[in-house]
C-alpha cells in the first residue's frame, strides 16, 4: 500500500523552530513533484512549499525567507524546515506527492494524513 507518512508537528512558542518530514512508502519506482500544504480552521488547504524532482522551489509569500523545503530523491523524502514561526503558521501540515509506481506511467498523486503544528504566543 503506498501511502505518504508525515512527522514532527507538535507545539513550539512563537519565534521557533519546527522541522516536518514526509517519507513515500510501499511500492513506489519514484517521486517527482513533492510539497507541502496547510489548512488551518475555516480556511482552505493552501500550498506552503514545493520542490520538483531536480530541486527547483516555489513558497508561498506568507513563508518566504523563514521556511525551507528539501527532498531527498533516494529515499523519497521531503522535508520542510519552518523557523521564526508565527501563530498564523497554526494549522494542519499535509504532505503531497506525485509518486511513479511503476516505469514508463504518469504519477499518481497522493496526499498524507496531516500533522498539527500549533504555534503559541
Known amino acids: 500500500q503506498v501511502q505518504l507518512v508525515e512527522s514532527g508537528g507538535g507545539l513550539v512558542q512563537a519565534g521557533g523552530s519546527l522541522t516536518l518530514s514526509c517519507a513515500a512508502s510501499g511500492s513506489i519506482v519514484s517521486a517527482n513533484a513533492m510539497a507541502w500544504y496547510r489548512q488551518a480552521p475555516g480556511n482552505q488547504r493552501s500550498l506552503v512549499a514545493s520542490i520538483t524532482r531536480s530541486a527547483r522551489t516555489n513558497y508561498a509569500d506568507s513563508v518566504k525567507g523563514r521556511f525551507t523545503i528539501s527532498r531527498d530523491n533516494a529515499k523519497n523524502t521531503v522535508h520542510l524546515q519552518m523557523s521564526s514561526l508565527k501563530p498564523e503558521d497554526t494549522a494542519v501540515y499535509y504532505c503531497?506527492?506525485?509518486?511513479?509506481?511503476?516505469?514508463?506511467?504518469?504519477?499518481?498523486?497522493?496526499w498524507g494524513q496531516g500533522t498539527q503544528v500549533t504555534v503559541s504566543t
Open positions: 503531497n506527492a506525485d509518486l511513479w509506481l511503476a516505469p514508463s506511467t504518469q504519477p499518481r498523486n497522493y
